[in-house]
């Protein structure tokens, strides 16, 4: 049982560059997130998902995509980056509505963009 | 809208001392959730503890405690005799209720309190 799991650990990209990174879970977790963690701010939302197919956005979603395409994965696509990505990135998953909503967290993808 | 606040950026206290980190929160929910997630040098972060808006008993678990006063809206944590190995980010988080799917579960952090535990 990995959990939550994420690809790649580190990336660094030059501005307009584009990438995807991936988050994987093995619980069956209905609900899926993804934060970008910067010094002093927390964790902000950037999007998530609560099923297979469907995606919402979060307090920060500029600049991202994402795709929920099977229910243990969650991609986060960059089209052009910029040097105000640069950030930590978390994946997290839960249990889905009216259930136990603690979420567990992968263990993050350090991202430069220059 | 939501909001949490940890007002306390960083402590530094010596390894057996208690430290207790302050989180006040915002919501117009009435029913909502509190978490405690720690973040250790490692990057992961590692959940803690919920309390849902309802339990305002407290808790103790080994070292840890928690302090839930709706009254004042505060969540409050608490290392007894601290080890170096708490040395780490503690993460404060509010999610509303759970009524509408669409809405996730979604989570609300405030900024971090770094613990330093020196020996």
């Known amino acids: 049982n990995a959990g939550v799991t994420q690809t790649p650990k580190f990336r660094v990209l030059k501005t307009g560059q584009s990438m995807t990174l991936l988050c994987a879970q093995d619980m069956n977790h209905e609900y899926m997130y993804w934060y970008r963690q910067d010094p002093g701010m927390g964790l902000r939302l950037i999007h998530y998902?609560?099923?297979?197919?469907t995606t919402a956005k979060g307090e920060v979603p500029d600049g991202y995509n994402v795709s929920r395409l099977k229910k243990q994965n969650f991609l986060l696509g960059l089209e052009s980056a910029a040097p105000s990505q640069t950030s930590v990135y978390f994946c997290?998953?839960?249990w889905g509505q009216g259930a136990s909503n603690e979420q567990f967290f992968g263990p993050g993808t350090r991202l430069t963009v220059l | 809208a939501q909001k949490v606040t940890q007002a306390q950026t960083e402590i530094s206290v010596v390894e057996k001392e208690d430290v207790t980190l302050d989180c006040v929160y915002e919501t117009r929910d009435t029913t909502y959730y509190l978490f405690w997630y720690k973040q250790p040098p490692s990057g992961e972060l590692v959940f803690l503890i919920r309390?849902?808006?309802?339990?305002?008993q407290n808790e103790i678990s080994g070292r840890y405690s928690w302090n839930f006063q709706k009254s004042t809206s505060s969540f409050n944590f608490t290392i007894t005799a601290s080890q170096v190995v708490d040395s780490a980010v503690y993460f404060c988080a509010l999610s509303g209720p759970q009524m509408i799917k669409a809405a996730g579960n979604k989570l609300t952090f405030g900024g971090g309190t770094r613990v330093l535990v020196k020996p």
């Open positions: 309390r849902n808006s309802f339990d305002e």
């Open positions: 998902s609560v099923g297979e197919g």
């Open positions: 997290a998953s839960s």
